[in-house]
């Protein structure tokens, strides 16, 4: 006899997949999310794995995994704690238990808790057996004899069949939360088109997993997230790389030029490589170089040449370009660095998320030699902030650092595609030939910006190089006066951005006690944590920097308006270093981690909740 299923609603759920490295947790994740936004829920993710290409099998080390939390409102973080948790083996168990709110659901594969397994992820005891798990529902599945026995039939090797329980831990999935499958069935179809018998094999998987979730007395409850209310117009999942990298083609074609991209391999900056080669069709050119110096120094060529010269890296390799980044500020070309950042210091953990390298970005250079610095706060605002970093760039002719972080980079949320006729074009006026010496130092009166000269234009030859220029001309120059002259100029030629930028708002009272202040990705935590305590009643406001370098005009004016100014951040507290010497006797504070995760928003709100 089939069991009765009930069926309810939920507003907001949060499923983390964890698993050893190869068990597809990554994949699994993708699967869900890809459905989640094609069946039009809001979503947030977090793809979190090791930086080893393959640690030992079944240890701590190896663990793999990725959270959703899936709405039908607007979300912007991917769940502090999850209400299900799908662990693979023992160690997938041990690392995210913490992660699993209190009467959560984890289902376990029950198959891969043997002695062996055990050993290998530090259990002294079997946590099925004892009362480690007491204060959770828990749900054992032979995951591994249930794909076997469903794909009994299938002409697969045994390790290719055991690879494919993800899939039936995914129909699970699907089944619990009301999602459909054609999306993935797709998706399989077109990932294995060249192995036929492996797309019969997934799919027979999926489906296997779905039923037994439908036909036993396994799960009782199936849970429907409604569609979430969002904007109309067309939406795709999107990461912040994947949008960073469609940020600058669009920047591209909106300022009628080729979009050159060097760049030396680095987690996690490495997949805007991978997205930008792509678009050939666009007249993008990449070019995969032997090491940092190589990518910038092709990309400062590019610039020089006339087209839209960007470099792609993270923390370390900014150590590296720093020599030629400076180049770029002698020469005043519009150069765009990226800086998806990780932590540090040294190759520290590469596949894990800091806002650690804003003091080098700033500061990280010989002599005083002043840059740009912008920060998308969401995956999806990425595109926007690639517009931003182009735009800014060949108007003010100075090099403009994109500083990404890798939660932002590797996250994915739903992005309403813009309407790209209505997106503004980034004008560009090279010099023609003239009649009268031309003065490659003369300068716009407006932006300082001095004259983007194309090689090869009859009467524009001019010196370039590293070494100290003369005002106006260009030459070589030794003469003290002139040094400063210079240096001056091209520092109030970034201060005059703050002319160019959106002034800071403040979401929330205009004044009061206390004022959140966040940048880059912290955004997410931020938001919903005084979202909460809002309709709570606490009265608590929030201003976000896109603009880190120059600050907004009204930076000072808004602060001024608080008691008390906290600023969280994922280092020791470097943006609240250059705070406190731009803005002497605001009563600034500090939110420090460096753990390699974002900010929660339970650490969020206990923080505001103390300052209050």
Not at 103 to 111: Q, T
Request: aromatic share 8%; hydrophobic share 40%; net charge neutral.
């Amino acid at each position: 006899m089939v069991a009765v299923k009930s069926k309810t609603s939920a507003n907001t759920i949060t499923i983390r997949f964890a698993g050893d490295s190869g068990d597809g947790m990554q994949l699994t994740g993708d699967q869900f999310t890809d459905t989640t936004a094609v069946m039009g829920n809001d979503f947030a993710t977090f793809p979190d794995y090791p930086a080893e290409i393959r640690a030992p099998q079944g240890t701590l080390p190896g663990v793999s995994s990725f959270q959703i939390q899936f709405s039908d409102n607007i979300i912007f973080t991917p769940g502090d704690q999850a209400d299900v948790l799908v662990a693979m083996n023992p160690a997938a168990l041990k690392v995210n238990l913490k992660t699993v709110k209190k009467g959560g659901l984890i289902i376990v594969n029950e198959n891969s808790f043997g002695e062996d397994h055990l050993k290998k992820a530090a259990w002294k005891t079997n946590p099925l057996a004892d009362n480690t798990l007491k204060d959770f529902q828990v749900l054992k599945v032979a995951l591994t004899d249930l794909t076997r026995n469903a794909l009994k039939d299938h002409p697969l090797k045994g390790q290719e069949v055991d690879r494919c329980k993800n899939f039936f831990a995914l129909g699970m999935m699907f089944w619990m939360y009301d999602r459909r499958f054609e999306h993935t069935v797709a998706w399989i179809e077109k990932r294995f088109a060249k192995r036929p018998e492996m797309v019969a094999a997934n799919i027979a998987t999926l489906k296997a997993g779905f039923n037994f979730a439908d036909i036993t007395e396994t799960l009782q409850t199936q849970i429907h997230v409604p569609k979430a209310q969002l904007e109309p117009g067309v939406y795709r999942k999107i990461t912040g790389n994947e949008a960073t990298a469609i940020g600058f083609v669009t920047a591209a074609q909106l300022a009628g030029k080729t979009l050159f991209y060097g760049s030396y391999p680095i987690t996690p900056a490495s997949s805007i490589l991978h997205e930008l080669a792509k678009h050939k069709v666009y007249g993008v050119k990449t070019f995969q170089a032997e090491d940092e110096i190589a990518a910038i120094g092709a990309a400062i060529g590019a610039s020089f040449g006339g087209q839209l010269g960007i470099t792609g890296t993270s923390g370390p390799g900014v150590c590296l370009k720093s020599e030629a980044l400076n180049l770029a500020v002698m020469t005043e070309l519009p150069l765009v660095v990226i800086d998806v950042q990780r932590a540090g210091p040294s190759t520290g953990m590469p596949t894990k998320t800091e806002q650690g390298d804003l003091l080098q970005v700033m500061y990280g250079r010989n002599g005083d030699s002043p840059v740009a610095v912008i920060a998308p706060k969401t995956p999806s605002d990425c595109f926007q902030m690639a517009l931003e970093a182009v735009r800014l760039a060949v108007k003010y002719m100075t090099p403009v650092i994109f500083l990404s972080e890798g939660y932002l980079a590797e996250a994915a949320e739903p992005w309403k595609l813009p309407e790209i006729e209505k997106l503004p074009k980034i004008e560009i006026r090279h010099p023609k030939e003239e009649k009268d010496p031309f003065l490659p130092y003369s300068r716009n009166p407006e932006t300082l910006a001095r004259p983007w000269a194309v090689p090869g234009t009859p009467g524009l030859g001019h010196r370039i190089g590293g070494l100290s220029k003369a005002d106006l001309t260009g030459n070589v120059s030794y003469d003290p006066d002139n040094n400063q002259k210079m240096i001056l100029l091209r520092r109030e030629k970034v201060a005059k951005i703050a002319n160019d930028i959106p002034d800071l708002t403040v979401e929330g009272p205009g004044s009061g006690k206390l004022l959140v202040l966040g940048w880059g990705g912290t955004f997410g935590a931020i938001y919903q944590a005084i979202s909460d305590l809002t309709q709570e009643g606490v009265k608590v406001s929030h201003a976000h920097l896109n603009y880190l370098n120059p600050f907004p005009k009204n930076l000072k004016n808004v602060l001024s308006r608080f008691e008390k100014i906290l600023v969280p951040e994922l280092n020791m507290g470097q943006l609240i270093m250059i705070l406190r010497d731009h803005f002497p006797g605001v009563n600034f504070l500090g939110l420090n981690k460096m753990q390699g995760h974002p900010f929660s928003v339970f650490e969020m709100k206990n923080k505001i909740r103390e300052l209050l």
